[in-house]
């Protein structure tokens, strides 16, 4: 099936040295708080988890509100992890997606594929702890939560065409 969505990609910003440098135990009960908090948020503004990666959550929004709900999703995301030992990151990216099955007839997940998701990952990865990064194409409105922190054209990695993006902060 194919529909367009807008796609969030939530990651801990510099989780690889905290996982090295820290007790299993702390590693494990820092994964589950982020998560808990991120599929709380999610939920809470109608989004449909797609995927646990790691220290990351996939995330899928549909439908008329879907920008609105996924932005105030994201400013969630970073207000419910504020505590946390490290703090997310979040790449939004509206357009087009394919859901299908992928796997083997013993192992198959139902997912989200497509340049959408790809660009929703790639923009995430820019972003810097607490920061929601999104193109300038993606007209979230005038909002009090969030302030714009600067704009700067990007080419995404693997991608050929540049992209204006936006970065975000909450306002305090």
Known sequence: QRFEAVVMFVDLRDFSSFAEAS?????AALIDSFVTRVAEAV?????????IIGDGVLAVFRGEHAV??????????IRECSFLERSPGVGLYRGD???????????ADFTV?????????????????????????????????????SR???????????????RYRLTR
């Open 113 to 149: 594929l497509g340049r959408t998701v790809n660009l929703a990952s790639r923009l995430c990865a820019l972003t810097r702890p607490n920061e929601i990064v999104i193109p300038a194409s993606l007209e979230i409105g005038p909002r009090t939560d969030i302030e714009e922190q």
């Open 97 to 107: 997606v394919i859901a299908t099955a992928l796997g083997t007839a013993a192992r």
């Open 152 to 166: 700067e054209r990007v080419t995404p990695r693997h991608h050929q065409r540049s992209e204006e993006v936006i």
């Open 43 to 51: 939920a809470g503004h109608s989004g449909e988890i797609d995927k």
């Open 23 to 27: 007790q299993t135990d702390a590693v």
């Open 68 to 77: 609105a709900q996924s932005v105030d999703a994201a400013v969630d995301c």
